[in-house]
């Protein structure tokens, strides 16, 4: 399935109010996507997050192919529950997460290129520590 073509997905969530307060909110549609929050605002942003993570990290990057999500109305909710519809895009994780490459093209001076060569330096792991050093990223 090519994901790249679409970064909005709407899948119903199930909130379960919680007895010591809060909600436990899951997709029914998807396996093992599930979150929690102090209010149903709270919830929203959560299931918001937690949808397009686990759809990025467990569907895209592993191209599986997403359920269809069932129409809200048939989804079937007990006592102390209730159904919203989540909406998310998930542009900012792909931004942030995927694991493509993208190739650089950079240029250096000659003497430096052939002391590093003699190391059998990996120009591509240098730069990348680098960018995240300079950029106070945690390795990933």
Not at 57 to 85: A, F, M, N, R
């Amino acid at each position: 399935m090519n994901y790249l073509s679409k970064s909005t997905y709407t899948y119903p969530a199930i909130f379960q109010k919680q007895d010591e307060g809060g909600y436990h909110i899951y997709f029914p549609d998807i396996e093992g996507c599930f979150t929690c929050g102090d209010d149903i605002e709270d919830g929203l942003f959560m299931a918001r997050d937690v949808l397009a993570f686990t759809i990025f990290e467990k569907y895209e990057e592993l191209d599986i192919t997403l359920p269809v999500p069932t129409p809200i109305k048939q989804v079937e909710i007990g006592k102390d529950e209730c159904v919203y519809y989540i909406v998310c895009n998930i542009m900012e994780y792909r931004r942030k997460f995927s694991k493509k490459a993208v190739k650089k093209t950079l240029t250096i001076p000659e003497w430096l290129n052939e002391a590093a060569l003699e190391q059998k330096i990996n120009f591509s792991q240098v730069l990348q520590e680098a960018l995240k050093d300079r950029l106070n990223l945690q390795s990933k």
